[in-house]
């Protein structure tokens, strides 16, 4: 009878630890219990936690797999961005290639075309030069046609019905009486130039004498330098070598720089042919057919730098 109360009491005790969690069972009950008790304690304490990790384990398991769905998801963007990206370098670099294709051909089209604008600025230079020796060839052939010939500047067309060679007479007479009438009887054509008057022209037409021998004409012109004041019946004229008009023009373009330099200097410059200016500079005689080596050479010369500055 007590042994049946003992066991129902036990049970009982084993009834009230199942609805108690085994946390809450103090230690001096557990160390109390019956060996079989104990053991189906510990049993029921493992299966809670067994149960408790597994349900944590589940959770962890699907807080992985949501992780790694994640993970993946997140991978096969970056996967899918890397291509795209992959497909943008790879366009970025085909047409830096074609740029650089098309760059490379515009260059070398660009030096053809520079090769060949030198080629046409070498032929253009080489026909200039050409044109440049034809004109002078024509201009010194014209010259030479021309070379006995003088012209007589400033008579008045009044005196037209004397003949042209009297006028010569007496200019030579009138300013070189020294010089003898053997030139006066080598004339051998004269005539006003041009043959017909031009009403808007108030200055008289030139004579020109053609003389037999080159030494006659140079002889006139040399004493009219000298004399450098001709006249005739007092009034003043000029007498000048008959040169072409390409020959007149460039010559008449020294016409200030040899004023200036007789007017300011001791250069005793002379304008010689066909357009040459000549001066003596320091002992030297000097010569010039361009200005800007008149200029290049007047820059560090201090009696000319004046005349470079006024003029050049």
């Known amino acids: 009878m007590g042994h049946k109360m003992k066991r129902q009491r036990n049970t009982q005790q084993v009834k009230e630890q199942d609805k108690c969690p085994p946390t809450q069972t103090k230690e001096e009950d557990i160390g109390n219990l019956p060996d079989k008790e104990f053991r189906i304690l510990m049993v029921k304490m493992i299966q809670n936690l067994e149960s408790k990790m597994e349900l944590q384990i589940n959770n962890l398991e699907k807080r992985i797999e949501k992780m790694k769905e994640r993970f993946n998801k997140d991978l096969e963007e970056i996967k899918k961005s890397q291509y795209t990206t992959n497909n943008a370098i790879d366009e970025i670099r085909n047409t830096l290639e074609g740029t650089n294709s098309r760059i490379t051909e515009a260059e070398d089209r660009i030096s053809e075309l520079e090769d060949r604008i030198v080629e046409i600025n070498e032929t253009e230079r080489k026909k200039e030069k050409q044109i440049k020796r034809n004109e002078d060839n024509i201009r010194h052939l014209w010259d030479s046609v021309k070379r006995p010939n003088i012209r007589i500047?400033?008579?008045?067309?009044?005196?037209?019905?004397?003949?042209?060679?009297?006028?010569?007479?007496?200019?030579?007479?009138?300013?070189?009486?020294?010089?003898?009438?053997?030139?006066?009887?080598?004339?051998?054509?004269?005539?006003?130039?041009?043959?017909r008057i031009n009403p808007r022209r108030n200055t008289p037409r030139h004579i020109l004498i053609k003389l037999t021998k080159i030494k006659h004409k140079e002889q006139i012109l040399k004493a009219a330098r000298e004399k450098e004041q001709i006249t005739h019946k007092g009034i003043p004229i000029r007498i000048t070598a008959d040169l072409s008009t390409e020959t007149l023009q460039a010559r008449r373009e020294w016409q200030d720089i040899l004023k200036v330099m007789k007017e300011k200097s001791n250069l005793q410059p002379r304008l010689l042919y066909p357009a040459r200016i000549?001066?003596?500079?320091?002992?030297?005689?000097?010569?010039?057919?361009?200005?800007?080596?008149?200029?290049?050479?007047?820059?560090t010369k201090p009696a000319l730098r004046q005349i470079q500055k006024d003029l050049l």
Not at 284 to 296: A, N, V
């Open 278 to 299: 000549s001066f003596k500079y320091e002992g030297e005689i000097k010569s010039f057919t361009d200005k800007q080596k008149l200029r290049e050479f007047s820059i």
């Open 153 to 195: 500047i400033g008579i008045p067309e009044e005196d037209k019905k004397k003949d042209h060679d009297r006028i010569l007479e007496e200019i030579i007479l009138e300013n070189f009486p020294k010089m003898g009438k053997e030139i006066i009887t080598q004339v051998q054509e004269t005539q006003r130039v041009p043959n």
